[in-house]
């Protein structure tokens, strides 16, 4: 086997648009309550993008925080990958966007959708990269404004979402400038089941079914999902793919300092981390704050948690995600 250059995570950053929604402000807006939301989902507020307002704005916030954790510039960047089912536009598309909102060209630069599990797919981009081109410095984005494509009238998902950006930067491990954080990624795993996809979707406007001029918008340009059933799944594959990844690594729920998993609702996180037989101190949640911000829940978590200096020397970080596609992954990551 040649030797493989191992990633590491040398930044952290995140931005959340600043107008926030409150659950006593929805309660003008549909049939519902603050004690059903905080009961249901564990979420109390969420902040919503401002009129004009594109996923690449909060995105560059995210990444210049995440440059100078990594005490880089944006020129030292090779690649950009913005994570996200809400992009400015098809195209061009978002990265390209973020790219010359940083004020530098000639990056490779390109969006993927792996919808809430989207960052977690990006860190495994970033170390196929890295793998391929050691010295490459990637910027990884995972971001959403599902404000855009939520349906205002529809009690049922309406309280759910938030919008937001977080932002990595990776090197190789030999690619040190010695300042910045050091998460060394052990492993990723990654998979997916489209069979169910329909449970958690968007169409309206793309290819399968297209607007033409002076189309009037209808349900189908908004979230729908059957709550319930993506709840089941969510518990079931996040808690799979996470007992999958610490047994192929050998390492035991006791060794494990913290778990940041996608914040959905905190009776999912905490599911995971009963089910997985994790303490709830080393159960990260910042959901009351956010809702559910889609590819930029563990991002987010990740630059909170390191704000909150929880990811020090010899920590060991299990990751987990899931969300439309159907997709879901994990990764392990040891900070040094
Ligand atoms: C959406 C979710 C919070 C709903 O919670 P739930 O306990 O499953 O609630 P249900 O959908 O069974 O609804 C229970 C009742 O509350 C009602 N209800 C739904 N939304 C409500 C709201 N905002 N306020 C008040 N009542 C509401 C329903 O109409 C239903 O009423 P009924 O029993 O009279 O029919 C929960 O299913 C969930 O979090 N699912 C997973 C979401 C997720 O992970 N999504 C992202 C994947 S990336």
Redesign the pocket.
């Known amino acids: 086997m040649p030797v493989i250059e191992q990633s590491v995570i040398r930044g952290l950053g995140f931005h959340v648009p600043e107008r926030i929604l409150t659950n006593k402000d929805l309660e003008e807006l549909?049939e519902?309550?603050d004690e059903?939301?905080t009961t249901?989902?564990g979420i109390k507020e969420r902040h919503i993008a401002a009129e004009g307002e594109a996923l690449s704005d909060i995105a560059l916030q995210a990444a210049k925080k995440a440059l100078a954790d990594a005490h880089m510039e944006a020129d030292d960047l090779t690649h950009i990958i913005v994570a996200t089912c809400t992009p400015d536009s098809y195209c061009p598309n978002t990265a390209c966007i973020l790219e010359h909102k940083l004020g530098v060209s000639g990056k490779i630069a390109f969006d993927i959708n792996a919808?809430?599990t989207g960052f977690t797919y990006n860190l495994e981009m970033a170390r196929s990269i890295i793998a391929l081109r050691p010295d490459s410095v990637v910027l990884i984005i995972g971001g959403d404004i599902l404000s855009s494509r939520t349906n205002w009238a529809d009690?049922?998902t309406c309280?759910?979402f938030g919008d937001g950006a977080g932002a990595a930067v990776l090197t190789g491990a030999s690619n040190d400038n010695g300042k910045g954080l050091k998460g060394r990624i052990l492993d990723t795993i990654l998979s997916s089941d489209g069979s169910i996809g329909d449970m958690?979707k968007f169409n309206g406007g793309g290819s399968s079914a297209p607007y033409s001029l002076g189309h009037v918008v209808t349900e189908n340009h908004f979230i729908s999902?059957q709550?319930?059933e993506?709840?089941k799944h969510?518990i079931r594959n996040m808690v799979a793919v996470s007992q999958e990844i610490l047994d192929r690594n050998k390492v035991s729920t006791d060794d494990v300092s913290l778990v940041i998993t996608?914040q959905?609702?905190l009776r999912?996180i905490e599911s995971l981390g009963k089910k997985l037989g994790i303490t709830d101190e080393r159960v990260f949640v910042n959901l009351h704050k956010y809702g559910?911000t889609s590819a930029a829940t563990i991002p987010i978590a990740l630059a909170e948690a390191r704000e909150q200096n929880r990811l020090t020397k010899d920590s060991l970080l299990l990751v987990a995600a899931?969300?439309?596609g159907f997709t879901w992954g994990s990764a392990l990551v040891r900070f040094e």
């Open positions: 549909v519902t309550s059903w939301i249901r989902t919808a809430c009690r049922t309280v759910l958690l999902m709550g319930r993506v709840f969510a996608h959905a609702n999912i559910n899931f969300g439309g």
